[in-house]
């Protein structure tokens, strides 16, 4: 591939993502955002950390599935639930990589 090319590229993505934003600007600059469609965004960082973690845990690692070999599935769960009893991120950061790292030892 050229290079001129890449950057012909880089330039077409980097001002599509400037309009994109520059667009959400101008829309709701001077109105404001509507309560509903603020209260759809709350859910997206949730979501979107989701759609990265998941696939990792289920079909991550040299045994990829549901089930009890599966250490990053255990290690998911156990994290899963210190974050939902605690809601406290290093809690659930420290359990689910120690419990990875003593579930591949283990397993």
């Known amino acids: 591939m050229d290079s001129w ?3 012909l590229l880089i330039l077409v993505i980097g001002a599509g993502t400037y309009l994109m934003r520059l667009s959400g600007i101008q829309l709701f600059g001077e109105h404001g955002m ?5 209260l759809a ?3 997206v960082p949730s979501a979107v950390i989701a759609a990265i973690v998941v696939p990792a845990i289920v079909y991550g690692g ?7 070999e599966n250490a990053r599935l255990l290690a998911g769960i156990a ?5 939902w009893t605690t809601r406290s991120v290093l809690a659930t950061l420290g359990t689910g990589m120690g419990s990875l790292w003593l579930l591949q030892w283990w397993l």
Do not use: C, D, S, T
Request: glycine letters at 4%; charged letters at 15%; zero cysteines.
């Open 5 to 7: 090319l890449i950057w």
């Open 34 to 38: 509507p309560p509903q469609l603020k």
């Open 41 to 43: 965004l709350r859910f």
């Open 62 to 68: 040299p045994e990829p599935g549901l089930h009890l």
């Open 79 to 83: 994290a899963a639930v210190v974050a």
